[in-house]
Structure formats: structure tokens, C-alpha cells
């Protein structure tokens, strides 16, 4: 493919031919197109997926289509996401060394990008599902997050070239509206899209619909989103993005990134692990789940000590940037300046961190995406009851968020919930 021929969508059946002379391709795989077996195999709401096998291996061959996947034609969406999915999974690898798949080619005007085929991972989604616990996800996650959220900050970076990345990435407006859109307001009003378990959350839909200070609470905390550029976000840090082994964690997909408030990637990705915390009740059938519920409050334990273990070192270590400079503190023999203005950063991103958690929750379970966790609990009544849990739950942080000082305190609130019978 030369990349000077219009965008076209690939299929099974043409990818061997538009992609046969693609050099990055044939080098990992094999020269010989024809022996190449292809499989479509994306399940995500937006993009074709291809898996690639040839002689010598095999690739992924990831492209945008000119609507979302999901709806179809009738919601167009550019293919530039590719773009900023390309841009970002370079500064994550950076930043995170080995955190994210390697890129083999970026073909801008296709709109695809060939990277490597990540096997035997699976999305760890489906491994929490069925109650798989893997034992370094926290400390991965962990990791990834504070480097990431940490070294692409003016915390760290050079502020001109934080500027020109800013400007780059402002571009990614549509990604950015359907987040604006279907997390922070669509779940909170009759919006065109939304859908629940009916009848049995009807009436706690029109509840929290009605619930003035979870609405004012939702809006600001979009209004922290739209305002606060202050890191190049993976934009969509759910458990959907993230494939795993037992000994391996990778992160994908971040077409959603820009750059925002440090907190809503930490706040998306404890949501997820709280809302599987949930939905285990209706994954039963073939056994308890205790030891898998406590698991993943473990998960969020250690996930949070992580990021603030990384964060804090390199705060100490590499704070180079524009920000909270070292000329004003450490280097005036003043240490507990800087981790004074430490704690305080922290503070914040916590505080922000469990709003946007709750909405996280509340948007999967009321808005247009809903997640695999409930929605593969085939017994409507009892994902209703889980579903319900959650949505109290996310209220209870949404609204109640400074109020609450602790990690076990919220861990303490979910398991609480979870055992209340009326629900
Ligand atoms: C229309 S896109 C719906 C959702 O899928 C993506 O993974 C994002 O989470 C987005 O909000
Ligand atoms: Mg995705």
C-alpha cells in the first residue's frame, strides 16, 4: 500500500493483496502474501482488527473506519484517531518502556497501524470475567500510569515541547466530544442513546437522574476534564485496554488521547476494576467468588500505592519541568517544601480521581457503552441487582468524594454494598 491511494476499508479477503508489498509487514511475518491467513477479529466499538499470520509470524493490522463501529454510517467519526493513537503509542513506549504493543508501520491516509500481534494475551476484561487472578496487573497498571501521567506533564517535560504536543493532540475533537458526551452528560438525562436494564433499574435511573448534586457534581467534573490539559491522557484506560498474561501486562488503544486531568485515567481504570468487583455475583454458576472479590479490592489497593509509590519517586527524582521547580525548594535545603507541594498534587488527583470513577460506573451501566462485565449476565434480575450495587456505589464517590480519605474507606463501601440484600 503506498499510502497515496485513497482510504479504503480492508477485509479478510483484500488485506494479503493491499498489504502484501507493505516492507515493515513482509519483515515480520513473510514475504509470501499468499500463505497469509487472516482473521477479523475486533470486538471494540469503533475499529477493524486483523490478526496476520504468516510463515515467519505474526502481526496486527489495526484500522479506523470513517464511523463509529458501533452505531454505524449514521455516526461519522475521522479517520485521523488513528493518528493520535499512533502519536501516543509512541510516547507511552517512552515514557513506560514495554508497556504497549511495538509499532511496525503507521500508513496515515489508510488510517492503519501494523503492530505486534500480543500472544497469548487476552483482554483482561474477559480475564477478570472469568475470574482469572492475575498477580502483577496492579503493579503494571500502577506503573504505566504514574510514568505516563508523570513524564508527560510539565512536571517533567521541556513546557515548549509540552505546548507543541498540546496543540497536536487538541486536535483529537470528536474523541474527545464522545467522551464529553457519553460519560459526563448522557447518563444523566433521557438521552437518544442511552439504554439500561429495564424495567428493573427504571426506577433508579429516574432517581439519580433527579439527583441535583450528582448532576452538579458530573458537570464539574467535566468541566475539570475539558479544562485541565495538564498530561497526555491514554484517554480510555479500561480493563477493554488491556491485554494480559499471568506474568505480562500490555496497554492498547489509546485513540482517545489528549491532554487532560491526570486523574480520570486512574479514576476510568478503578472504575472498571470496581464495577467487575460487582458484577462477580452473576458469574456464580460454576462457583463463589469471594476469593475473586477480594482479589480485585486487593487490586485496587495495590494499583493506587503503585501510582502514588511512582509518582512520588519520580516527583523526587525527575522533576525537571516548568512546575513546582526545584530552585524554589530542594534547591534551598527545603525537602518538605516539595513534598508538602507533593501531598497537595496528590490530594488533588485523588479527590479528582473518585469522581470520575463514579461517572465511569454510571455511564456503563446507563449510557451507550456498556461493558461486557454485566452485560454477559444472562439472569436480567440478578445483572439488574449488580448494576444497582454499582450505581449506588458510583454515586455515594461521585458525590461524597471529599469525604473520603482512604482507599480501604472506598474498598469498605463496595464490599458493604455488595452484601446489602434489599438491592
Ligand atoms: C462510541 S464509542 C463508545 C465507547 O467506546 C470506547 O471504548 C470509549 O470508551 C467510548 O466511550
Ligand atoms: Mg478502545
Redesign the pocket.
Known amino acids: 500500500m503506498t499510502g497515496k491511494l485513497p482510504f479504503e476499508a480492508l477485509s479478510v479477503e483484500t488485506l494479503a493483496t493491499r498489504l502484501g508489498t507493505n516492507e515493515a509487514l513482509c519483515a515480520k511475518i513473510g514475504k509470501d502474501a499468499a500463505q497469509w491467513k487472516v482473521r477479523e477479529v475486533g470486538d471494540?466499538?469503533?475499529n477493524l482488527v486483523f490478526i496476520v499470520e504468516g510463515a515467519g509470524g505474526a502481526a496486527v493490522v489495526k484500522q479506523a473506519l470513517p464511523y463509529?463501529r458501533?452505531?454505524g454510517d449514521s455516526?461519522p467519526?475521522p479517520l485521523k484517531r488513528s493518528f493520535f493513537e499512533y502519536h501516543a503509542l509512541t510516547r507511552q513506549e517512552a515514557r513506560a518502556p514495554g508497556s504497549v504493543p511495538a509499532i511496525y508501520h503507521f500508513d496515515e491516509v489508510q488510517a492503519l497501524i501494523i503492530m505486534e500481534y500480543l500472544s497469548p494475551h487476552i483482554i483482561l476484561r474477559r480475564a477478570l470475567i472469568d475470574g482469572r487472578q492475575l498477580p502483577n496487573i496492579a503493579r503494571d497498571i500502577g506503573l504505566f500510569m504514574a510514568r505516563t501521567l508523570f513524564r508527560g506533564s510539565d512536571l517533567s517535560m521541556v513546557t515548549k515541547e509540552r505546548k507543541a504536543d498540546l496543540a497536536l493532540f487538541a486536535d483529537n475533537v470528536e474523541l474527545c466530544d464522545?467522551?464529553e458526551n457519553?460519560?459526563f452528560s448522557d447518563p444523566y438525562f433521557d438521552a437518544r442513546m442511552n439504554r439500561h436494564t429495564s424495567p428493573q433499574l427504571d426506577a433508579l435511573v429516574a432517581e439519580l437522574q433527579a439527583d441535583r448534586d450528582l448532576k452538579v457534581e458530573a458537570q464539574r467534573l467535566k468541566h475539570i476534564f475539558a479544562a485541565n490539559a495538564e498530561t497526555l491522557l491514554h484517554g480510555?484506560l479500561?480493563s477493554?485496554?488491556i491485554m494480559v498474561t499471568d506474568q505480562e501486562t500490555r496497554i492498547i488503544?489509546p485513540e482517545?488521547a489528549f491532554y487532560g486531568p491526570m486523574a480520570f485515567d486512574i479514576g476510568m481504570l478503578l472504575a472498571n476494576f470496581w464495577m467487575s468487583f460487582f458484577s462477580q455475583r452473576g458469574h456464580e454458576q460454576q462457583g463463589k467468588r469471594d476469593a475473586m472479590r477480594a482479589y480485585l479490592l486487593d487490586v485496587v489497593v495495590e494499583t493506587w500505592a503503585v501510582f502514588r509509590a511512582e509518582f512520588s519517586r519520580l516527583w523526587r527524582t525527575e522533576r525537571t519541568g516548568m512546575l513546582y521547580q526545584k530552585s524554589l525548594f530542594e534547591d534551598q535545603g527545603d525537602r518538605l517544601g516539595a513534598e508538602q507541594a507533593l501531598d497537595n498534587v496528590l490530594h488533588q488527583i485523588w479527590d479528582d480521581m473518585l469522581g470520575f470513577a463514579g461517572i465511569e460506573v454510571h455511564?456503563r451501566i446507563l449510557?451507550?457503552?456498556h461493558n461486557a462485565d454485566f452485560e454477559t449476565i444472562a439472569d436480567e434480575d440478578l445483572r439488574a441487582s449488580c448494576e444497582a450495587k454499582a450505581l449506588k456505589f458510583g454515586r455515594h464517590i461521585a458525590v461524597n468524594r471529599r469525604q473520603i480519605h482512604s482507599i480501604d474507606e472506598v474498598n469498605h463501601l463496595a464490599a458493604l454494598i455488595e452484601r446489602e440484600n434489599s438491592i
Open positions: 471494540g466499538n469503533l463509529v458501533l452505531v455516526w467519526l464522545i467522551t457519553l460519560v480510555d479500561h477493554g485496554s488503544d482517545f455511564r449510557g451507550l457503552a
